[in-house]
């Protein structure tokens, strides 16, 4: 991926910014994202004054953004040129815990990474950074407790889709089914029966001054780093109801898909937080991309009693045979037609993502015989109930 947009990249350079804890901490979201936001200024600084004094010095070098701009060309495929996290991971900047950020083993999970792009490699004098021989995240779950969608499995698995559509409502995708909804409403008075005006009225926020999370909780409650683990240690009760209480206690909306796990782990563990159905936006351009999507899309609570193996045909502008098994609430994928299905699907590629993206329907590419199906048509309901989208 890097070599695609910097052919001439040799060495990366990893480094982390830490946020200042507390802010991080406010429920109040608004005290939360600007420190978010200033952090993220700071690690493009921090990584352009480096650029300009590598150029100085004779040395090729560029920095990424933090964050955004990323190349939306791409989009909902691979929009970054480089993915700090694993970057990170291998120089020894930290470890990712449970909840997927990466962890310093000082500074904890509150940080902020960049990554420098040069065109020279190490020299034999050079020690080039290593991946740490521990993990910082002591497994405390206190992310697991915190998180308003249960994206974060006390098991440690991760529902990225719930997390997604809640935290990155304003980001993306989110924003792009918002403008949909505009689209659809037909009238002011129509519209404001689906939006509240606080809900209109927070993304001019996020356009006009950086898009703000929902939640990023997991990141508040961490305890793990030297700097930071303290407090806990010290008292573990006192850290949870000073710490991790007032998230779990906040009322507030949170955005998840319909049929999404996160409905159910909200309405049981947060009676009190109210719940608003959207779509997550994601909608793929290509049937590599549907199959790259599925882990996750995957809604482990949805798949509960179904065993069932899929082969998966896709002809036309796009070739592609992948199978897709289901059981035991996982989900496994292979390349080729492996096995026996249950079900299998020759479908024309334009048809099949037409479909996925609302613009066909189902029955008339059925008819017109632009998809087809061998097996228990039901288990393709099934199959849908497990990556709603």
């Known amino acids: 991926h890097i070599l695609r947009h910097i052919p001439w990249a040799k060495t990366l350079i990893s480094f982390v910014v830490r946020m200042n804890r507390e802010p991080i901490r406010s429920t109040a979201r608004s005290i939360a994202n600007n420190e978010f936001h200033e952090t993220g200024h700071e690690v493009n600084n921090i990584a352009r004054r480096a650029v300009r004094a590598l150029e100085s010095a004779g040395v090729r070098a560029l920095a990424p953004s933090m964050a955004f701009p990323m190349e939306m060309d791409n989009w909902p495929e691979r929009p970054w040129v ?48 290593r991946p740490l021989d521990f993990n910082p995240c002591f497994e405390c779950r206190l992310c697991v407790a915190a998180c308003p969608t249960g994206a974060i499995k006390p098991d440690g698995a991760f529902d990225f889709a719930s997390c997604y559509t809640h935290n990155y409502r304003e980001f993306m995708s989110g924003f792009a089914d918002w403008v949909e909804t505009i689209a659809d409403a037909g009238s002011a008075r129509k519209y404001r029966r689906r ?52 998230f779990q206690d906040k009322a507030e909306t949170v955005y998840a898909v319909k049929g999404s796990d996160a409905i159910a782990h909200v309405e049981k563990r947060f009676p009190h937080k109210a719940v608003k159905t959207v779509s997550s936006g994601l909608r793929p ?71 996925l993206r609302g613009d066909k329907g189902l029955v008339g590419s059925l008819l017109r015989r632009k998809i087809r199906l061998g097996g228990d048509p039901r288990l393709l309901l099934r199959f849908g109930a497990c990556f709603p989208a």
């Open 82 to 129: 480089v993915a700090h996290k694993p970057v990170a991971e291998a120089a020894g900047m930290g470890v990712m815990g449970i909840h997927r950020i990466v962890i310093h083993p000082r500074f904890g999970s509150a940080i902020l990474l960049g990554t420098i792009v040069i065109g020279a490699g190490l020299t034999d004098e050079d020690e080039p950074g």
């Open 285 to 355: 351009n290509t049937v590599r991309g549907f199959i790259e999507f599925l882990p996750h899309l995957f809604q482990k609570g949805a798949a509960d009693g179904l065993d069932a193996t899929y082969h998966f045909t896709f002809t036309g502008r796009e070739s592609l045979e992948a199978t897709v098994r289901i059981a035991d609430g996982a989900l496994t994928i292979e390349d080729g037609l492996v096995g026996k299905p249950n079900l299998r699907m020759i479908a024309d590629t334009d048809a099949w993502l037409g479909f």
């Open 195 to 246: 939006v509240e005006d606080r809900e209109t009225v927070s993304m001019w926020q996020s356009l006009g001054f950086g898009p703000n999370y929902k939640a990023a909780y997991c990141v508040a409650v961490c305890p793990a780093g030297e700097d930071v683990i303290g407090p806990f240690k010290e008292d573990k009760k006192k850290f949870i109801a000073d710490v991790v209480r007032p």
